[in-house]
């Protein structure tokens, strides 16, 4: 099957992100589910594009629930549904995340699963591994999280976790600071499990102390820990200024404004990943729903973040076309915005056959529209969504 687009976006360059696109029309050829060729053009296609982008598809590494559904206490048809859906907003493949909870608690939870991701739909969302976003964080900088849960990392704890978690466990964020937390991010890098800095008050020495010792991104840049100081980096100022550090970053103009979102892409080109830090709310009217198993409230106004009862930001309502669209609106370049929706991501946790259109890729594509909106969605070349401007493509996929 050839796909053909005015604009191709194929989030490829690293040294140069804006270049990651072809000049002019162009196609993707898919065969067997991965990308055959890429190339200039239109003629010949089995599928073109009348305008808008087609690009590959977007990886959220941090997504707590959508759509009603909180992924840590959800069960295989929910997970399911959630799966399928997550396509609309362009995410082809993301992070199931769980918050701070008993370590015996997330043990289980990840336990439980581990038995059924391997069997979700080939048709939703690809499943990369769980983020487990605690319990390891500090107190002081626990944002929306429960308290009386948070513990420090003991070996025994992290050993709880990864055995638990094994061919699942892919993404654990942890505070440096705490008693025992350099050690245990040895252990995690060991078995193969990515370390990301979060809920911390540590200093940016103590930031590159974890990088020392393996860790390689920082959770949701901004929110929920040390500042950017002008004696005291922090964990802003060495998340910006650390080569081995990639970000992510919730771009929802809420968690971040506009301005220091722009500070970040500056700051750190090729270093950001955008991620939604999405909860059961997202995609879901105003209301009352769950994270961590506490409720939160999804207020009235597009794109505004649930909260907890104190008025704490609980997580967002972030689609993750709308944070590239949002990356833009701050100032990056369209290649650029997409690439850390993509192709960073995907780096980041060591995909290189996903996030970029290239020979030998997995053919996950989305096509957008000129306003950054999903259009249609195809996963291992399989289309599995399109809206009512793209009803035509069933029929061609069909």
Same mark, same amino acid.
């Given at each position: ?32 589910? @991965? ?42 048809? /929910? ?43 080939? /048709? ?5 591994? @769980?983020?487990?976003?605690?319990p390891f964080i500090a107190p002081a900088r626990r944002g929306a999280h429960n308290e009386k849960w948070i513990t420090d ?8 976790? %990864? ?25 995690? /890098? ?45 964990? @802003? ?8 550090? %990639? ?9 971040? @404004? ?17 991620? %939604? ?53 701050c100032g990056l370049s369209l290649p650029a915005a997409v690439a850390a929706a993509t192709r960073i991501p995907a780096d ?20 957008? /529209? ?21 009803? %035509? ?6």
């Amino acid at each position: 099957m050839l796909i053909a687009a005015e604009h191709l976006l194929t989030a490829e360059t690293r040294a140069d992100p804006s270049a990651d696109h072809v000049p002019g029309p162009g196609f993707v050829e898919v065969a067997g589910g @991965v990308i055959a060729a890429v190339g200039t053009g239109m003629r010949g296609a089995d599928v073109a594009l009348a305008d808008g982008y087609l690009l590959p598809g977007l990886i959220d590494l941090q997504v707590n629930g959508y759509y009603g559904v909180e992924f840590q206490i959800a069960d295989a048809e /929910s997970w399911a549904r959630v799966t399928a859906r997550l396509p609309e907003t362009g995410t082809t493949a993301c992070l199931p995340t769980m918050i701070t909870a008993p370590v015996s608690s997330l043990a289980e939870a990840l336990q439980t699963a581990a038995t059924f991701v391997p069997d979700l739909p080939a /048709s939703g969302a690809r499943v990369l591994g @769980v983020h487990t976003e605690g319990p390891f964080i500090a107190p002081a900088r626990r944002g929306a999280h429960n308290e009386k849960w948070i513990t420090d990392p003991t070996p025994s704890a992290v050993e709880e976790l %990864t055995e638990a978690g094994r061919g699942l466990l892919r993404l654990v964020t942890i505070a440096p600071e705490l008693p025992g937390a350099l050690a245990a991010i040895e252990q995690l /890098s060991a078995a193969g499990v990515l370390v990301s800095v979060g809920h911390s008050d540590a200093t940016a020495g103590q930031v590159a102390a974890a990088a020392e010792r393996g860790a390689r991104m920082v959770t949701h840049l901004f929110n929920a820990q040390r500042p950017l100081g002008h004696r005291e980096p922090g964990v @802003v100022g060495q998340a910006l200024t650390d080569e081995r550090l %990639t970000s992510g970053l919730i771009a929802d103009l809420h968690h971040v @404004v506009q301005a220091v979102c722009s500070l970040a892409f500056r700051a750190a080109p090729g270093r950001i990943a955008l991620v %939604t830090d999405a909860v059961a709310a997202a995609g879901m009217p105003p209301g009352e729903y769950l994270l961590g198993g506490e409720l939160i409230t999804l207020p009235p106004g597009d794109g505004a973040p649930p909260v907890r009862a104190d008025g704490t930001l609980a997580g967002s309502a972030l689609r993750m076309d709308r944070a590239v669209a949002n990356a833009v609106r701050c100032g990056l370049s369209l290649p650029a915005a997409v690439a850390a929706a993509t192709r960073i991501p995907a780096d980041l946790i060591g995909r290189p056959d996903l996030g970029r259109l290239r020979p030998g890729a997995a053919a996950d594509l989305v096509w957008l /529209s000129p306003e950054l909106r999903t259009r249609a969605t195809w996963i291992a070349g399989r289309l599995v969504y399109t809206d009512g401007a793209a009803g %035509t493509l069933a029929a061609v996929a069909a």
